[in-house]
């Protein structure tokens, strides 16, 4: 499972269309109203921001990861993974199998 920062609704909803789309996840959640503060080129900053929730597997993730380096507009965006210890079964089988299409 991966987070990404998105500065819009409309650049979230990009970014999630070409994940699932392309097989590098099975299901990308979007949360509005988040406000990120943090400090940029020694300056602070406080930003209105998306958050993706990104269900894929260890797998995909140098894929996914390099795809959204190269179509978000952020010049180092926020790409974090962080592992899935447990799940129902049938809900990680389907996000293994979502994904591995791709490999097919």
Not at 1 to 10: E, I, L, R
Request: charged fraction near 10%.
């Amino acid at each position: 499972m991966g987070f990404v920062t998105a500065p819009s609704m409309a650049v979230a909803r990009q970014l999630a269309h070409g994940l699932v789309e392309g097989k590098l996840a099975a299901c990308v959640n979007l949360v509005p109203g988040l406000e990120s503060i943090y400090v940029w080129q020694g300056k602070l900053a406080q930003e209105p921001e998306v958050l993706l929730i990104i269900k894929t597997t260890q797998g995909c993730w140098p894929a996914l990861q390099d795809w959204v380096a190269q179509n978000h507009p952020y010049e180092v965006p926020e790409v974090i993974q962080v592992p899935i210890q447990a799940g129902l079964p049938a809900y990680l089988t389907w996000v293994q199998t979502s994904v591995e299409l791709a490999k097919a």
